[in-house]
């Protein structure tokens, strides 16, 4: 890592929110139409969309959440990936008046502003890029891109994308670029970057970046999108703080609906080991994921799912939605993404009645999670672990003070007495599937030993 990790990610929570979908301002191919558009067509009329998302903004703060993680905000041609220019904001989502209206209206309840910023590829319309293919692959411009034959427009892309070219990280005007977006809004009032498929990106380039940022804003927090490999390394080569941590967030759906907790406890042993070298970056959902809701095949373990989210180690996010159960399923094709980043009503008051009760059930434990600090770098043992059975505890990290947390999971049909020894410990949390009241869900009387948890139930518990 670059050094000490922010000191405000301590007791943080973010709600991860695509803006452009978010605000009905997105398609797959196209600037909110209904049909695609080439680049020289688009509409370039500022449209002022930024204030609905700021209508959301008590309704994240009464969520638990401290923080926004927003999506692509910079102009872009299609899905925001597609950089046109990193230092203005899209004009279907308004200009930089708007984004600092919504950066203040944030701070104001508390809530930081973290951005996605997309440093590895920049759409076809990006001026440099444009610039390379006029002068050549020779010229200044065409330094900045990677090449990939002989030919006039052989640059290197994406994954394959052709709207999506590969910036050469070992130029130094790159790197210059990048140093300056990083900081110019690091200098606007956000608290931190999430680097969009920084795992594409050599690590060096990343800590050259980093250091003068850094050097400039030591409370900023820098989070690398890496999907496989040892997310250990990469924070060690690259000098990020955070890591996205896929192989958790796969673990956690894939155990419940095996019915197979020892899939997660593997997942959580390689947690510990991520979790001394760098702060994960946890999730349960985003932008580029099947919606949880869709995801698990039995609904009862939603909360399962949560509590598991926030017991462990690293910086939680909840993609917005998922909080009031939406569902959506990503899509291997031109347009698969739209289910998973659908527009939202104008007010949370438009929402469906169905969702609330997860809601509540988010506000519950966020506040539980937010309430005991120490989590985000505790050290978790596993107690006992049977196909559907688990029981986690969490410690303070050395040097660390505070309680201790059982975290017990039953996914069978019959309640189950974990062979545990819970001395000194009270039940602070405990529910099935989204219900939100912890008596009714917990089915006991006061008799019952904390230890025992209901049938496809779940409880927390906190020494005393």
Request: contains cysteine.
């Amino acid at each position: 890592m670059g050094g000490a990790v922010p000191t405000w990610l301590d007791d943080a929570v973010l709600w991860h929110v695509y803006p452009l979908g978010f605000v009905g301002a997105a398609t797959s191919s196209g600037d909110g139409a209904d049909r695609p558009v080439k680049a020289d067509q688009r509409v370039r009329r500022v449209q002022h969309r930024l204030s609905r998302l700021e209508a959301w903004l008590d309704y994240a703060a009464d969520l638990g959440c401290s923080g926004l993680l927003l999506g692509p905000v910079f102009a872009s041609g299609t899905h925001g990936y597609d950089t046109e220019d990193h230092f203005r904001i899209d004009p279907r989502l308004g200009d930089e008046a708007d984004f600092d209206r919504l950066v203040a209206a944030a701070r104001a309840r508390g809530l930081r502003v973290v951005l996605d910023g997309v440093f590895n590829h920049v759409g076809r319309s990006f001026p440099v890029f444009a610039e390379a293919l006029r002068s050549g692959p020779d010229s200044p411009a065409g330094r900045w891109f990677r090449r990939t034959g002989d030919g006039p427009d052989d640059y290197a892309t994406f994954e394959g994308h052709h709207q999506l070219v590969a910036l050469d990280h070992a130029e130094p005007a790159v790197a210059d670029h990048v140093t300056r977006v990083l900081t110019y809004w690091l200098d606007r009032g956000i608290s931190g970057w999430r680097l969009d498929a920084a795992y594409a990106v050599p690590p060096e380039f990343w800590r050259t970046v980093l250091a003068p940022a850094r050097a400039a804003h030591p409370d900023a927090w820098f989070l690398a999108e890496v999907i496989h490999g040892d997310y250990a390394e990469f924070a060690r080569e690259s000098t990020v703080d955070s890591v996205t941590q896929y192989e958790l967030w796969k673990a956690i759906w894939s155990s419940l609906n095996d019915r197979n907790l020892f899939e997660l406890e593997w997942a959580l042993r390689r947690h510990g080991e991520f979790v001394a070298a760098e702060l994960p970056q946890t999730f349960t959902g985003n932008h580029d994921v099947t919606r949880l809701a869709t995801r698990l095949d039995d609904q009862r373990h939603l909360g399962h799912a949560l509590a598991v989210l926030m017991c462990v180690a690293g910086v939680p996010s909840i993609y917005a939605g998922d909080e009031q159960a939406f569902r959506g399923s990503k899509e291997e094709r031109e347009g698969g993404d739209d289910a998973i980043r659908p527009a939202f009503p104008a007010t949370p008051a438009d929402l469906a009645p169905s969702g609330w009760p997860l809601y509540r059930l988010h506000q519950r434990l966020l506040a539980f999670r937010r309430r005991n600090p120490w989590l985000t770098h505790a050290r978790a043992t596993t107690e006992h672990v049977v196909n559907r059975g688990l029981a986690l505890r969490s410690s303070p990290a050395e040097g660390a003070s505070g309680p201790e947390t059982l975290l017990l999971l039953n996914l069978d049909d019959e309640s189950y007495d974990f062979p545990i020894d819970a001395t000194g410990f009270h039940r602070a949390e405990t529910g099935q599937g989204t219900d939100s009241d912890p008596d009714a869900a917990a089915g006991r009387g006061e008799d019952t030993p904390v230890t025992t948890v209901p049938a496809h139930g779940w409880s927390i518990l906190l020494s005393r």
